[in-house]
DNA sequence: AAAAATATCTTGACAGTGTAAAGATTGGTT
DNA sequence: AACCAATCTTTACACTGTCAAGATATTTTT
């Protein structure tokens, strides 16, 4: 807390720095050192709460990720069924990119996110986002007394993310020229029909 | 040709050496001065062909692409009619990555690619695989003589391609846990139903 | 409350990186 | 034969991640 020597609470300011860096000159541009100044700290200062720079990334990629969270878990609370909570999900999901492609880029530009498609095992260790489809989806399953195989389902989830997941990469990662309006077609169901 | 001074084909040798490189170690192992050893040449020779490391890795992904043009052609060539090209480039795109996940991750990792979805323009400047689907969806409706207005015919190719690259990215950016065999699961038809 | 242990931060150093400038070597052109 | 442009080397610099050693503050122990 005392102004000098020790910062407070570093490890948190170096995050925000770096998505801070982010936003503003893209995963390019970030490096310890960076970071480290903006928080007004020596150059090796970061190491003292991360073991890597790629530590760092991790913990600025969770940060990210609870923003993303957020939205996904607003557009299915949002909803009046399991349904139309899948369908607003995958309208957000790619929503939330469209309007921050450094996000996209830098949360999966070379990163591994784990997932269990299986439906009938503990996955507390998948990668958030995918857990919250992979619950609505049991959830809509259960509404519409629809009986599926096990693959079938597994299938179902593929495709379902899959699709939600290439519609922002193509939005995000590539110079797209189209003559409608994408997040208008979102709600118009160019996603699910 | 001389061994001494000059290499005789150092660009193409350069660009061969950074595939190499990313087939050993990813993109995360590629520097311009690694790729210049291979070659047994200075640090700074490559400056005489490329003007940055980002020239030398455009370079490199114009490389794989040709590769990754030559399975879609192929997919596509061996095809009786075009809604069975259609597909078979779907899964020959996904199919591709699928065994070089390091591809996918180097060439859609943080790279912009041009595509106009308009499919009554000029658009020789596309990316060329989008360009072989769009060509082969425009055969396919002429086939079928299926009458779509412009903004469906956009919204169509939108599909077919981020489907395809979604179930890429998903497949080759994750940790994904399944119980069937995804390439398997393409030849029975996940992509296109 | 004093002392010891620990966490946090600084300084200095090193190898690896991209890149620029200046000079050496070569092959082709006149 | 003389010149020129292309190609390559050498040298240098700033920036990067990382480590080691030491300084400072906080917490724990006695």
Known sequence: MSDSYHHGNLRQALIDAGVKIINESGEGGLSLRKAAALCEVSHAAPYAHFKDKDELIEAIKASVTEQFMQKLQCAVNGA??????????????????????DYFKFLFGNQNITAHLSTDKEYEEDYPPFKLLKDTYLRFTAEKKIKKSKTEQEMDLLKLWSSAHGLAAIACMSQVKMSFDLEKALEGGILLK
Chains 1, 2 share one sequence.
């Open 80 to 101: 009046p069924d399991a349904e139309s909570a899948l369908i607003s999900m995958g309208n957000g999901y790619v929503a939330f990119f469209l309007h921050k492609p």
